[in-house]
């Protein structure tokens, strides 16, 4: 089994930084592409950075220059350094993976438990 481990959220002012983490762990031989989602009170879960295996990115228009997405592949961990942040950024922070735990069989998609980041003043 596999475990994604999300922590690092809390309460920041506006224009505050918060760095969240996310550690898979368990019966792991690889990890595709891994990615934050976000998803507010009332509102639809979406989709915030992903990172490909070979540390392509992309973001969501909303938090392109604001936020970096990183990881570790020798740690299998990925990380969200969230700078300038804004109320609308208050959500609850979802690590996505899809893993492998079993060579040449399909990858798997892994979800975190989610960590709760709230910005306000």
């Known amino acids: 089994q596999v475990q994604l481990v999300e922590s690092g959220g809390g309460l920041v002012q506006p224009g505050g930084s918060l760095r969240l983490s996310c550690a898979a762990s368990?019966?792991?031989?690889?990890?595709?592409?891994m990615g934050w989602y976000r998803q507010a009170p009332g509102k639809e879960r979406e989709l915030v950075a992903t990172i490909t295996s070979g540390g392509s990115t992309k973001y969501t228009d909303s938090v392109k220059a604001r936020f970096i997405i990183s990881r570790d592949n020798a740690k299998n961990t990925v990380h969200l350094q969230m700078n300038s942040l804004k109320p609308e950024d208050t959500a609850l922070y979802y690590c996505n993976a899809g893993v492998r735990s079993t060579p040449f069989r399909r990858y798997r998609e892994v979800w975190g438990q989610g960590t709760l980041v709230t910005v306000s003043s």
């Open positions: 368990g019966n792991i031989i690889d990890i595709n592409a």
